[in-house]
């Protein structure tokens, strides 16, 4: 089945900078891969996602990539804000599967 | 309601007892899910439905867990005889159509304590 795996586990900038959380994943078949955000004590929360086809999807302070060739896909936020801080997940879903798989997380805290 | 809606948000269970956890999908959704989330780890998928078909299972921890959804809508996850291992977020979600890249929503999640 399918593997993803995410890093880092935590990450910590300051106010303004860029973050990036970068995940890989296993089965080549997948092709949908969402990102969620997930506030303390509520459900993931989908803020981007990507499909096989393209290569990059931007949504304002937000961005996805994905490399098919070398099976990751990462999420960019620029100029982060203290509603940034979170624990993000990525995911991969494969065609014929309705599943999603995701990776362990990484808590984003923005620093003021 | 415009979201998927879980009940109970908090559940504490006896070692032992029976429990129901419900779910309201976004309403018309096809595909509905369950999956548990452990403290500071992923969701991990438990089962899946496509209207009151429930096509796979293949995630359920053992014959413990059962889920239904009867009409093709509203779904129940029922958990037997819970144990400590049981005690973690039960997070209900649904998708409008079937197959790769349809956005999946998700619910607030029902947090399941057992003591």
């Known amino acids: 089945g399918e593997n993803v795996e995410q890093h880092p586990s935590t990450l910590s900038v300051q106010e303004g900078d860029s973050a990036v959380i970068k995940c890989t994943y296993s089965?080549?078949?997948?092709?949908?891969f969402p990102w969620y955000k997930q506030e303390l004590g509520k459900g993931p929360q989908l803020i981007i996602d990507i499909r096989s086809n393209v290569g990059e999807k931007k949504d304002q302070r937000i961005a996805v990539t994905l490399n098919k060739t070398a099976k990751h896909f990462s999420l960019h936020i620029t100029e982060t804000q203290p509603e940034d801080s979170a624990v993000y997940f990525c995911a991969a879903k494969d065609f014929g599967n309705e599943k999603l798989t995701f990776g362990t997380g990484t808590r984003l805290t923005i620093i003021p | 309601g415009a979201g998927v809606s879980q009940s109970p948000r908090y559940k504490v269970a006896k070692r032992g007892q029976d429990v129901a956890l419900r779910c309201d999908p976004i309403s018309g959704h096809v595909s509905l899910f369950w999956y548990q989330q452990a403290l500071g780890q992923g969701p991990e998928f438990l089962t899946y439905?496509?209207?009151?078909?429930?096509?796979?299972k293949s995630g359920l921890p053992s014959d413990r867990f059962f889920a239904e959804r009867p009409e093709g809508s509203v779904s129940t996850l029922k958990i037997q005889r819970t144990q400590q291992e049981d005690s973690a977020v039960y997070l209900c979600?649904?998708?409008?159509?079937?197959?790769?890249?349809?956005?999946?929503?998700f619910g607030e999640g029902s947090w399941l304590t057992v003591v």
């Open positions: 089965d080549s078949a997948s092709n949908y």
């Open positions: 439905f496509q209207n009151e078909a429930q096509l796979d």
């Open positions: 979600a649904s998708s409008a159509l079937v197959g790769a890249g349809n956005t999946i929503y």
